[in-house]
């Protein structure tokens, strides 16, 4: 599967953003769909992910209540919609996928066993 992401670019504190990831390929075999991010000199850390089906959204502490992760079949496109944007939010984002790795483990065990296919990073920078 490949994964196309878009959307990062320059924001201020406050402001919203919306990153897109888009798959092609065999997506008909994707189960988990999520994104993930590195902050610089940091390990990458789960963000938030979704069954490919539409449930289940799960998003990590940092970002609960401000990102909504979404997905449209249709368009082979899962979305993450980013609100009231913080400084430290500012990362390399990724999108990432599984054909094979349930919701949790994809979510919360290390992402270099669990995730099949990255997509490149797209830059988020949140400015004060």
């Known amino acids: 599967v490949q994964l196309q992401a878009s959307g990062g670019g320059l924001v201020q504190t406050g402001d919203s953003l919306r990153l897109s990831c888009t798959a092609s390929g065999r997506a008909f075999d994707l189960v988990v769909v999520g994104w993930f991010r590195q902050h610089p000199g940091k390990e990458r850390d789960f963000v938030a992910a979704?069954?490919?089906?539409?449930?289940?959204?799960t998003y990590s502490d940092s970002v609960k209540g401000r990102f909504t992760i979404s997905r449209d079949n249709a368009k082979r496109t899962v979305y993450l919609q980013m609100n009231r944007l913080k400084p430290e939010d500012t990362a390399v984002y990724y999108c990432a996928a599984t054909t094979g790795i349930a919701l949790r483990p994809f979510c919360f065990s290390d992402p270099d066993i669990m995730v099949d296919d990255w997509g490149k990073g797209t830059l988020v920078t949140v400015s004060s």
């Open positions: 979704i069954h490919w089906d539409g449930g289940r959204p």
